[in-house]
């Protein structure tokens, strides 16, 4: 279910899944809820790791944002809303749209 969430398959997930309860990241037991799934749940080391990574993402984006000055920041806003309005507009039209276009190219 990860795996078709995430559009990747089962034997990735299974690989990255291995590599991490080798680096001991995560750890694994069987559900409670249900004995046929598996939990998996960061150590202490992988909830290290991952405060880590997470305060080198916000540093490496605030030195991107920092340099540039807010009228660009401004500009890049509203390009941003406008783009995610069109994008959502595309979204609830549906594939009618797509349909319509590769009618007309068969005609």
């Given at each position: 279910?990860?795996?078709?969430?995430?559009?990747?398959?089962?034997a990735?997930?299974?690989?990255i899944?291995r590599?991490?309860?080798?680096?001991?990241?995560?750890?694994?037991?069987?559900?409670?809820?249900?004995?046929?799934?598996?939990?998996?749940?960061?150590?202490?080391?992988?909830?290290?790791?991952?405060a880590?990574?997470?305060?080198?993402?916000?540093?490496?984006i605030?030195?991107?944002?920092?340099?540039?000055d807010a009228?660009?920041?401004e500009?890049?806003?509203?390009f941003?809303?406008?783009?995610?309005?069109?994008?959502?507009?595309?979204?609830?039209?549906g594939?009618?749209?797509v349909?319509?276009?590769?009618?007309s190219?068969g005609?």
């Amino acid at each position: 279910m990860f795996a078709r969430r995430r559009e990747s398959s089962a034997a990735a997930v299974s690989r990255i899944l291995r590599q991490l309860l080798d680096a001991g990241l995560v750890s694994v037991a069987i559900s409670q809820s249900d004995g046929r799934n598996r939990e998996y749940r960061l150590t202490s080391a992988g909830e290290r790791v991952l405060a880590d990574l997470k305060r080198s993402r916000e540093a490496a984006i605030e030195s991107v944002w920092m340099t540039q000055d807010a009228s660009e920041i401004e500009s890049f806003t509203e390009f941003a809303r406008k783009l995610v309005r069109a994008i959502e507009d595309y979204s609830r039209r549906g594939n009618h749209q797509v349909s319509a276009i590769e009618n007309s190219v068969g005609e």
